[in-house]
């Protein structure tokens, strides 16, 4: 297992963001254009034990209100059809799915979830900020559907613009 490097300011931020402390944060992987976290590394298990399949946690607020909205519009059930009748965007999105176990598998090996990764990945779209999280993280070209979202939210979010700030 890698050693986290999140320090005591991203630590602080992340917190006002989630308002909450955050459990198992590990690093900060992405940042909008002003510094703040954009989205963080989780370890694979809890320090309490919990196994947590979720390796890279959306934390900027005003991404996650995006987000969001994205999620209560149709968009999830209208790229979940895509996935039934597109097989190239379906093998795209099962690699996107094995991309993000080897990345999990790199820090920890935990039995519990193994196999299983996030955000309805490989076959279904159930959390698009799973997806966003993992397109910003490894950037362009990995997960089409966090890909995608991310076009659909440069209207009225991108990292480079976003304002959010502590308060
Ligand atoms: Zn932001």
Wanted: net charge negative.
């Amino acid at each position: 297992m890698t050693v986290p490097v999140m320090d005591r300011a991203d630590l602080d931020t992340v917190r006002l963001q989630l308002g909450r402390p955050v459990r198992g944060g590990r690093a900060v992987v992405h940042r909008c254009g002003s510094g703040h976290p954009t989205v963080i590394e989780t370890e694979p298990r809890l320090p309490d034990g919990t196994p947590f399949p979720t390796l890279f946690y959306l934390t900027c607020p005003a991404a996650v209100a995006e987000v969001s909205t994205l999620e209560s519009q149709s968009v999830m059930r209208e790229l979940t059809a895509e996935l039934e009748t597109d097989d190239d965007l379906a093998a795209a999105y099962r690699r996107a799915h094995l991309d993000y176990l080897e990345r999990r598998e790199r820090i920890a090996h935990v039995p519990e979830i193994e196999g299983v990764s996030a955000g309805g990945m490989p076959v279904r779209v159930k959390c698009l900020h799973v997806l966003v999280a993992h397109s910003l993280a490894v950037g362009p070209g990995v997960n089409p559907l966090g890909d995608r979202a991310l076009e659909m939210l440069a209207p009225t979010w991108t990292p480079a613009t976003c304002e959010w700030a502590p308060a």
